[in-house]
């Protein structure tokens, strides 16, 4: 089992930037699939961007797609998602998710995650 704490939530204006960061506890990172979820008022959560074990296989939204960057640190059980150039419609709470089915995989689908942190707020003015 594994234990998830995001932060570095925060408000920011259009067209700036945020670093969010989900510490991992419990059972060795390196075997877990991450992933970084987020959830708007009145919508349903919804896929932001993901990344194996390694680090070597990536995958984003393509709302998200060349503005946000996942990357994962496994000696500090961190995986983290810089984002970049912030619209509003960026608003949400944002979720880390891990999965120890297939480390070397991604996933990009809520019910394949079995561990989630309780979220950080994420909101961009205009």
């Known amino acids: 089992q594994v234990q998830l704490v995001e932060s570095g939530g925060g408000l920011v204006q259009a067209g700036g930037s945020l670093r969010l960061s989900c510490a991992a506890s419990?059972?060795?990172?390196?075997?877990?699939?991450m992933g970084w979820f987020r959830q708007a008022p009145g919508k349903e959560r919804e896929f932001a961007a993901a990344?194996?074990?390694?680090?070597?296989?990536?995958y984003y939204a393509d709302s998200v797609k060349g503005r946000f960057t996942i990357s994962r640190d496994n000696a500090k059980n961190t995986v983290y998602l810089q984002m970049n150039s912030l619209k509003p419609e960026d608003t949400a709470v944002y979720y880390c998710?891990?999965?120890?089915?297939?480390?070397?995989?991604?996933?990009?689908?809520?019910?394949?995650?079995?561990?989630w942190g309780q979220g950080t707020q994420v909101t961009v003015s205009s």
């Open positions: 419990g059972r060795t990172f390196s075997r877990y699939s």
């Open positions: 990344i194996s074990w390694s680090g070597g296989s990536t």
């Open positions: 998710a891990a999965d120890d089915r297939n480390p070397s995989y991604y996933y990009t689908e809520t019910y394949e995650y079995e561990y």
